[in-house]
């Protein structure tokens, strides 16, 4: 899904300002969805027509929920799907920034730095929540420094733009969204830098003990190794025949693909 919606937006925002409409979406949606229904990805999916529509109009939530809030005509790109291969603080850093957008009036290299999330927006106001955005907003910090390192762009907000469709009562979908920010200095820089040199300091020597601790939580259900992993197995069995007080469906969902791998039917 969530491929699919970032290929959309990528291919909308390629067109010129005024032509991304969301008529043109859902062209570039149809055209799509061509695409990736030969994609081995999907067909792992083994939807039937109902699975297939319902996907469709998921899809098409999630991009109609972007564009109420995250005006897509105002968006000045500079890069989408950008490469990075640089090192930073002394680590190896590859990846690809989802988009790369032009800050203020364009007069010089100030950018902002936006990794798309199709998952659920994130809680906010608690200490535990502010904990884990601050783990989450890491990854965008790091785009930031890398982006640093080649030395052309100057970022000065990196962001992660939440957009989703959660399924509705009357078998519906109602978008959600949420934004985590936060603003790109010398400080919040150097902080990131810090602790990307820590982790991957602690992964030479974890590799050197051969020993690396399992970390579980709800992607254990997404995970292609947990049918060899003690304790993302006893989680996942425990997330199964949890409730889920809001929907009222156990906490690991049927589609998780921990479900197939470890026979919790
Ligand atoms: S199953 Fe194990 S390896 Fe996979 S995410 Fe969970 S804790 Fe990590």
């Not at 989408?80 to 800050?103: K, T």
């Not at 936006?114 to 502010?130: F, L």
């Not at 425990?238 to 690991?252: F, K, S």
Request: charged fraction near 25%.
């Amino acid at each position: 899904m969530g491929t699919f919606v970032h290929a959309v937006l990528e291919k909308l925002l390629d067109h010129d300002a005024a032509d991304r409409t969301p008529e043109l979406a859902r062209a570039l949606a149809r055209s799509q969805f061509d695409v990736t229904e030969d994609q081995g990805d999907y067909r792992a999916l083994q939807l039937d027509e109902a699975g297939a529509r319902r996907f469709r109009q998921r899809a098409w939530t999630m991009i109609t929920t972007y564009f109420a809030e995250f005006s897509p005509a105002t968006v000045v790109p500079v890069a989408q799907e950008m490469r990075l291969n640089v090192e930073v603080a002394g680590v190896p850093f590859r990846g690809f920034i989802d988009l790369v957008e032009r800050d203020g009036d364009g007069t010089d290299n100030a950018v902002v730095v936006t990794d798309y999330k199709t998952g659920k927006p994130p809680e906010t106001g608690t200490r535990w929540s502010d904990e884990q955005n601050s783990e989450k907003l890491l990854q965008v910090m790091w785009y930031a420094a890398a982006l640093m390192e080649m030395g052309e762009h100057d970022p000065k907000l990196a962001r992660l733009l939440y957009f989703t469709a959660v399924d509705t009562p009357d078998g519906g979908f109602a978008g959600r969204t949420g934004v985590l920010s936060a603003g790109v200095d010398q400080g919040s820089l150097d902080a990131a830098r810090a602790e990307l040199a820590l982790r991957w300091h602690q992964i030479g020597e974890a590799r050197a003990a051969g020993v690396a601790d399992a970390v579980t939580g709800p992607l254990c259900g997404w995970c292609a190794f947990v049918d060899h992993c003690e304790e993302g197995e006893a989680h996942c069995r425990a997330m199964r025949v949890e409730i889920n007080p809001r929907t009222g469906a156990p906490r690991l969902r049927d589609d998780a693909p921990a479900v197939a791998l470890l026979g919790l039917t």
